[in-house]
């Protein structure tokens, strides 16, 4: 029979902590100070790998990756949506892609974001927007280059705009954007 061991190995772990404030004595009434105390606070890496699937969205990433911007369409109606769309919102049905990359476009509303999430964050002020897209039924939201978020100005509504794609694809959906034309 084997035997157990009688203490866990430890190691460092990428951070060792010194001086936790604690009382050498131990009574009641010298323990009330640990109510008093400052929270104790560690900071450390956290990394997680995770897979995302892209699931039946994976054409339209593979599109942007390959300078295309796909649009899902609902063959029995024609209704067309910007963004990926496995299945038509009425009917349920389920859409084909269509090549909407060369097609006339232009900036239906835009707003200046002045603070973002911690991707965007150092890029701030950028301009977000809506572009309307022939033959489109629904709006894009994407980023607009090419304008100075620090003056912007309502002739930019209606601006005709194309789309520009990262030549080295992250597989997002920030792989595409608008410029003026």
Same mark, same amino acid.
Request: proline residues 8%; glycine residues 6%; negative net charge.
């Given at each position: 029979?084997?035997?157990?061991?009688?203490?866990?190995?430890?190691?460092?772990?990428?951070?060792?902590?010194?001086?936790?404030?604690?009382?050498?004595?131990?009574?009641?009434?010298?323990? =009330?100070?640990?109510?008093?105390?400052?929270?104790?606070?560690?900071?450390?890496?956290?990394?997680?790998?995770?897979?995302?699937?892209?699931?039946?969205?994976?054409?339209?990433?593979?599109?942007?990756?390959?300078?295309?911007?796909?649009?899902?369409?609902?063959? =029995?109606?024609?209704?067309?949506?910007?963004?990926?769309?496995?299945?038509?919102?009425?009917?349920?049905?389920?859409?084909?892609?269509?090549?909407?990359?060369?097609?006339?476009?232009?900036?239906?509303?835009?707003?200046?974001?002045?603070?973002?999430?911690?991707?965007?964050?150092?890029?701030?002020?950028?301009?977000?927007?809506?572009?309307?897209?022939?033959?489109?039924?629904?709006?894009?939201?994407?980023?607009?280059?090419?304008?100075?978020?620090?003056?912007? =100005?309502?002739?930019?509504?209606?601006?005709?705009?194309?789309?520009?794609?990262?030549?080295?694809?992250?597989?997002?959906?920030?792989?595409?954007?608008?410029?003026?034309?």
């Amino acid at each position: 029979m084997s035997k157990l061991p009688e203490r866990r190995d430890e190691s460092l772990g990428g951070y060792i902590v010194h001086g936790v404030p604690f009382p050498v004595d131990t009574s009641p009434e010298a323990l =009330a100070f640990l109510k008093k105390m400052s929270p104790i606070e560690i900071e450390q890496e956290y990394r997680i790998t995770y897979l995302l699937s892209y699931g039946q969205d994976s054409a339209w990433f593979a599109g942007l990756a390959n300078r295309k911007l796909l649009g899902s369409r609902e063959p =029995a109606s024609g209704y067309t949506y910007a963004n990926p769309r496995g299945h038509d919102m009425t009917s349920g049905s389920e859409t084909e892609w269509v090549d909407i990359t060369h097609r006339q476009a232009r900036v239906h509303a835009f707003t200046v974001c002045y603070f973002g999430s911690e991707e965007f964050l150092p890029e701030t002020p950028f301009v977000l927007a809506l572009i309307e897209i022939e033959a489109v039924n629904t709006l894009l939201l994407t980023r607009l280059m090419g304008v100075d978020p620090l003056h912007p =100005a309502l002739d930019w509504i209606g601006m005709p705009v194309k789309p520009r794609f990262l030549r080295n694809s992250k597989l997002k959906p920030t792989d595409i954007y608008f410029t003026p034309a």
